[in-house]
Nanobody, 125 residues
């Protein structure tokens, strides 16, 4: 089991930036890949970005490509999501997750086992 705690959410205006953090604890050495997901009220959870912990390979959703950057500090067991040029459509609860077995895509929720509680991001125009 990997415990995950997100932080860094908040309220920003369109065009602003935020950096989300996800601190991991527990059986962190077993993580194969990490991801960021988001969910807005009344909508399904959406994969945002993912990174393979061993080699740093990254995958991004088309909607955030070029604006968001996923990274990790393996020594600190911390995952980051740098968000720039934020839009109102980015408003959602953002979750980090740890995966151990891919299920078709690293951006699919079913690929992940352990989840954090989320941090809210609100973008206003």
């Amino acid at each position: 089991q990997v415990q995950l705690v997100e932080s860094g959410g908040g309220s920003v205006q369109t065009g602003g930036s935020l950096r989300l953090s996800c601190e991991a604890s527990g059986d962190t050495d077993r993580r194969v890949f990490m991801g960021w997901f988001r969910q807005a009220p009344g909508k399904e959870r959406e994969g945002v970005a993912s990174i393979v912990t061993g080699n740093g390979y990254t995958v991004y959703a088309d909607s955030v490509k070029g604006r968001f950057t996923i990274s990790q500090d393996r020594a600190k067991n911390t995952l980051y999501l740098q968000m720039a040029s934020l839009k109102p459509e980015d408003t959602a609860m953002y979750y980090c997750a740890a995966g151990f077995r891919p299920s078709g895509s690293l951006l699919r929720s079913s690929s992940y086992r352990d989840w954090g509680q989320g941090t809210q991001v609100t973008v206003s125009s």
